[in-house]
């Protein structure tokens, strides 16, 4: 029968059933008349022709794009046109052999089975991650399982697409992505997973799973948007061109009630134009349709507060004319074929949708007669330059977009006035802050100066008290007199006689520290602030000979009480310099002093710091013991030169306090310190004992800052 | 939500009312659902409307009725479930255009149930116009479609009716459209393990 299609006639000949290559085998219909060999031979030919120009592919002429937009072909198409379409035609393939060599697809599909093929192409993992933390994001309640079966559909979703896309027609792809949705919607309505999610989270499910899996396809070249195989890239210069033809077209061609010298109404129009043209840079449909439904919504609001479908399509085409939006026909035909179908269908967006459709076929089928028009005025206008038409409309636009800009920069000033008027408040609360805060700082130090008078009566008095102390007998003898009540009655009463003398010392301990700041800026210029700062920190400590030292310090401020221990004359006698190597210290000392002054002006910077390590140092009374040994003689070896300063002071004031009496050695001196403590004194059993031990408890109440902060060790050492 | 259970289109000439009615059931319809949606214009509107106990969304798709568009109005009713056709009694233009649309609609979209509307039924009633299109003509047009009614959307007359009665129709098609698909679905199933039967065989 074959062969009957082939010859008219009955009568074969023999030369028909040999090989058409002219080889003496027979051919075969089945081979095309060929002979087995040439057969094969001719397919191996085909075969790499096809590969070099992925000829898989069906041929460009047996597609058209789903949405037949025809466009009448214009004489402005020249061959150069044709010849460029041809070139990004190639070089489109080029791409996409490039891209299926890279994930090792379709061109040679056929020689393997699917199951076999491992799928070497992977989906970035961005996708995956984007689309993870966007499911976080928008279905919070969510199981995750639901979560892992989005993110496996657009997977295998992507990856048929792109294993398809080589093998099929758009229109196939198409229903192919409209089976998948469907797929997925009816595994939503059956899986276990999806039981309790409403439908309302299904459709944004599906138009989630549709983004994500849109977004990615859209950049591939060639694949499904302006595919290769059809004539969408084509079209969509045909339609420029076609739109920058018809710039002429006004608002009063097309019967729309729109005025030009309304600002509210150009600024309206640009809006929408430039949601249209925003458009092509939305990457999946959804957000494609969103912005022509914004684009859409905003013709509508030029149109007025009741506008129909008879206001809006007019609008909408002109302002279509004027947009002139890049890749129009693409973009559409993207939506239309991959766009979840029931969302194109039915919906705001797929009515806005269709309606820009709508106003894309108007201006291609656009004639004289749709416009009420001419015939001849249409041509003439036709004919007409592109330049020319449409000015007026162009500069109003561009109006507009200044406009725009303007209206922009003045909200960017209004906004930034805004921030300075706030920070100008600002400042001015920090300045009025900083007043109040000055002020108040003004008014302590008054009250505090007011409060404590810089009076320098209590320094005289310990120069008095010195000079009295300086004949040594007679001291004791003045005070004896005193306290000779006191030995005589029980111990118990000892602390009574205390305790009304802390009640009244109490305050100005607090204030003598005010008063130590007063004294430092004094003191300052003689630089011997350095002696008078630390001892406050080691007044709490109250080892027992420091006792003397806190007696010294608060010679300087008045004390309320007449009465202040001997021994702080020393100190006394150390605060003026001209003192420091004065008579009163035994000659050999005096040059380690002139020593411990330089090294206090050398460590006037580790002052600030070392002050809080002070208090424990002299703490322990074994460190203050080793100290003294070393560094009168070796002063480097010292930590911080000032505090062995200041205890290498306190030696002295012992010593020099005590050598009036005792000798020089300083080893003699901590165990007179020791045996000034009543209950050291006692054991010994010196022949002075009874005067001596009550003069050591006098000492120690007398100086009140001891008294008050340390009570305890004193009662159980005098009961 | 901008999805839609139903999709409705109105179609009519121009000046026929369409829009008129639209706004007239989207607005004047307080008692039963609010519309779900702030509809700038009138263009697009959409409605939650009850059938059955059910609530289904309705989007009604206005179309432009000037001629110069009538190429265009097949991509509106494109997989549309309703179409209400417009005309007005007094105008017999408007019927032959009508005419057009109904053979259509036939053709291209046979699952589409088809409505008619005579509108401004005020102003016959009142006696201001005179009818022109008669009514057995209407009749028998009618005959072969889902439904016929005479509408005014100034007195608000037979305007719910009509939705309603396309909203009952068209859940009742769901429900009906359901279960022909699942029994297709369930038929395949069975097939599938006949299938997998015959071939274990």
Not at chain 1, 309 to 323: N, S, W
Not at chain 1, 505 to 534: A, C, G, H, M
Not at chain 2, 125 to 132: I, T, Y
């Amino acid at each position: 029968m074959i062969f009957a299609s082939k010859m008219p006639s009955l009568r074969i000949d023999q030369s028909d059933l040999k090989c058409k290559n002219g080889c003496d085998y027979f051919g075969n219909p089945q081979w095309q008349g060929y002979c087995s060999k040439c057969h094969r031979e001719l397919l191996q030919r085909q075969r790499r022709a096809e590969k070099a120009s992925s000829a898989t592919l069906p041929k460009p002429e047996q597609k058209k794009p789903e949405r037949g937009i025809k466009l009448a072909s214009h004489s402005s198409f020249s061959k150069f046109e044709e010849k460029r379409l041809r070139q990004s035609e190639t070089l489109k393939k080029a791409n996409l052999l490039k891209f299926s060599v890279f994930k090792k697809s379709s061109t040679d599909e056929h020689d393997h089975t699917p199951e076999r093929k491992p799928p070497e192409f992977k989906i970035p993992a961005l996708i995956n991650e984007g689309m993870k933390r966007e499911f976080r994001v928008r279905f919070t309640n969510l199981p995750p399982q639901v979560d892992r079966d989005a993110r496996v559909f657009v997977h295998s979703f992507i990856m048929d697409v792109i294993k398809c896309s080589n093998v099929m027609t758009v229109d196939e792809l198409s229903e192919r992505v409209q089976r998948h949705y469907q797929h997925f919607m009816k595994y939503m309505d059956t899986s276990p997973h999806f039981a309790n999610a409403e439908s309302e989270i299904k459709e944004l499910l599906i138009d989630f799973v549709e983004k994500h899996a849109m977004t990615y396809l859209h950049d591939l070249p060639g694949v499904v948007f302006s595919p290769i195989g059809t004539e969408d890239e084509r079209l969509d210069r045909a339609m420029s061109e076609r739109i920058q033809q018809l710039s002429w077209v006004g608002e009063k061609h097309l019967e729309c009630k729109l005025d030009r010298t309304d600002s509210a109404c150009s600024q309206l129009l640009y809006k929408a134009i430039s949601e249209l043209l925003a458009v092509d840079g939305a990457a999946g449909p959804g957000g494609k349709l969103s912005r022509v439904r914004r684009a859409c919504r905003h013709v509508l609001a030029l149109c007025g507060a009741s506008a129909s479908a008879d206001d809006l399509l007019p609008a909408l085409i002109f302002t279509v004319l004027k947009a002139n939006p890049p890749r129009l026909v693409s973009n559409i035909n993207f939506v239309t074929r991959f766009c979840n179908a029931q969302r194109l269908m039915t919906g705001e967006g797929g009515y806005y949708f269709t309606n820009l459709c709508c106003a894309v076929s108007f201006i291609e089928n656009l004639t004289a007669e749709s416009l009420n028009m001419d015939k001849k005025e249409f041509d003439c206008y036709m004919a007409m330059p592109a330049s020319i038409g449409g000015s007026t409309w162009a500069a109003a636009l561009s109006l507009c977009g200044a406009a725009r800009e303007a209206a922009e920069q003045r909200a960017a000033a209004r906004a930034l006035l805004a921030d300075v008027a706030t920070l100008r408040a600002e400042a001015d609360l920090l300045a009025a802050n900083a007043d109040s805060f000055e002020k108040e700082i003004a008014f302590k130090v008054n009250d505090v100066l007011a409060n404590t008078p810089l009076e320098i009566k209590p320094r005289r008095e310990p120069l008095r008290l010195s000079s009295l102390r300086n004949s040594s007998i007679p001291l004791i003898d003045l005070e004896t007199p005193v306290d000779t009540p006191a030995p005589m009655k029980p111990s118990e009463d000892i602390p009574q006689i205390k305790l009304p003398e802390i009640m009244p010392v109490e305050e100005p301990v607090t204030v003598t520290f005010d008063r130590t700041t007063d004294e430092k800026i004094t003191q300052n210029i003689i630089d011997f602030q350095s002696l008078e700062k630390p001892s406050p920190p080691k007044s709490p400590q109250n080892q027992p000979w420091e006792l003397k030292q806190t007696g010294s310090f608060e010679l300087l401020t008045p004390s309320p009480l007449g009465f202040t221990p001997f021994d702080s004359r020393s100190i006394d006698e150390l605060m003026t310099p001209d003192d420091f190597g004065s008579d009163h210290l035994a000659p050999g000392l005096s040059n380690i002093n002139y020593d411990i002054d330089l090294s206090d002006f050398s460590g006037d910077n580790s002052l600030a710091e070392d002050t809080p390590k002070e208090p424990k140092d002299p703490f322990s009374p074994d460190g203050i013991k080793k100290e003294p040994v070393f560094d009168p003689f070796q002063p480097q070896t010292s930590q911080s030169s000032y505090k062995n300063v200041l205890e290498k002071f306190d030696e002295f004031s012992l010593i020099d306090s005590k050598s009036n009496e005792t000798s020089e050695a300083f080893e003699v001196v901590h165990r007179t310190q020791d045996s000034c403590t009543p209950a050291a004194a006692e054991e010994p059993g010196d022949p002075f004992s009874p005067v001596q031990k009550e003069a050591s408890i006098l000492d120690d109440s007398g100086s009140p800052t001891s008294a008050c902060l340390l009570p305890s060790p004193l009662q159980p050492q005098t009961r | 939500m901008s999805r839609c259970d139903f999709k409705i289109v109105l179609l009519g000439s121009e000046h026929v009312g369409k829009t008129s009615l639209v706004l007239r059931f989207v607005n004047c319809r307080f008692n039963s659902g609010t519309p779900y949606q702030n509809t700038i214009g009138a263009a697009f509107c959409a409605k939650q409307m009850q059938s059955n106990d059910k609530y289904f969304n309705v989007g009604i798709w206005d179309t432009a009725g000037s001629e110069r568009y009538e190429a265009m109005t097949r991509m509106y009713y494109r997989g549309a479930h309703a179409a209400i056709i417009c005309y007005e009694p007094s105008s017999q233009a408007s019927w032959t255009r009508l005419r057009h649309w109904l053979q259509e609609l036939r053709t291209v979209e046979e699952d589409c149930k088809v409505y008619l509307c005579g509108t401004k039924k005020d102003l016959i009633d009142g006696g201001l116009v005179q009818r022109e299109v008669p009514e057995d003509i209407i009749a028998t047009y009618s005959q072969g479609l889902s439904g016929h009614y005479l509408t005014s959307s100034k007195t608000g007359e037979n305007v719910d009716e009509l939705f309603q009665k396309i909203v009952d129709d068209c859940a009742a098609d769901l429900r009906v459209m359901k279960d022909v698909e699942e029994a297709r679905l369930h038929l395949q199933k069975e097939e599938n393990a006949k299938n997998k039967n015959y071939c274990y065989c």
